[in-house]
């Protein structure tokens, strides 16, 4: 089966310095990685995917996300944070089973961005 | 504008009483799923519909039911056979054959069970 870890429940950093959120996977064969953020109360954002190419992925707002395959993780990462970043953010991966594009998402870190 | 719209934003129900939440989308979307959100759980999905008038359990699909009458529309009746119903539910939608895959959200639905 399919799987993502988020081994930090949160995360904190100083506006300015850069972040990265941490994220693993667990596929059989190629993976299909996602990040996406979540404001309180709100659905879902869209970040960045990787599905094949270039290992550094360019996504929404100034992030971006490095997929390493010998060490099986995604991490996300920003070189400067913002205040307005505090969110929560989930890794996904594509679940291949039943057809369909479902994905199977990691259990979220909190980001917490402080002046 | 396109999206998916989910009703109501919040949702108050006696225990023993079954709620249907509403989920639209206008994107013209193949495959439309229900997810739900615990705090620490992240997501799980609940079922998920491919084509109209077809649909599959997720992992969590007891005490749930869905139909996909029309492409545009998934709607999750949440009955009284779930033990635990109180928690933040998410649709979502996304095209299907060459997509690579990333779902589109609504703003979620917030049922509290009383």
């Known amino acids: 089966a399919q799987s993502v870890a988020q081994p930090e429940d949160q995360v904190n950093v100083a506006e300015g310095n850069p972040l990265t959120v941490k994220c693993t996977y667990s596929?059989?064969?190629?993976?299909?990685l996602f990040w996406y953020v979540q404001y309180p109360n709100r659905g879902l954002q869209f970040l960045l995917k990787?599905?094949?190419?270039?290992?550094l992925v360019k996504g929404s707002y100034g992030f971006e996300a490095e997929f390493n395959k010998s060490q099986t993780s995604f991490h996300l990462k920003k070189p400067s944070a913002l205040v307005s970043d505090s969110a929560l953010y989930f890794c996904?991966?594509?679940?291949?089973?039943?057809?369909?594009?479902?994905?199977?998402f990691g259990t979220g870190t909190q980001l917490k961005v402080e002046l | 504008d396109g999206g998916i719209t989910q009703s109501p934003k919040y949702l108050f129900r006696k225990e023993g009483q079954n709620v249907t939440l509403s989920c639209e989308q206008n994107?013209?979307?193949?495959?439309m799923y229900w997810y739900r959100q615990d705090p620490g759980q992240g997501l799980r999905l609940i079922y998920y519909?491919?084509?109209?008038?077809?649909?599959q359990k997720g992992d969590i699909a007891e005490g749930y039911s869905v139909s996909r009458e029309k492409k545009e529309s998934f709607p999750l009746t949440v009955t009284s056979a779930q033990k635990n119903p109180t928690a933040f539910y998410l649709c979502?939608?996304?095209?299907?054959?060459?997509?690579?895959?990333?779902?589109?959200f609504g703003e979620g639905s917030r049922l509290t069970v009383l």
């Open positions: 979502a939608s996304s095209s299907l054959g060459t997509s690579t895959g990333e779902l589109f």
């Open positions: 596929v059989s064969g190629n993976p299909y």
């Open positions: 990787y599905i094949t190419g270039d290992n």
């Open positions: 996904a991966v594509r679940d291949f089973t039943g057809g369909g594009n479902k994905l199977t």
């Open positions: 994107l013209n979307h193949d495959a």
């Open positions: 519909s491919q084509i109209v008038n077809d649909f």
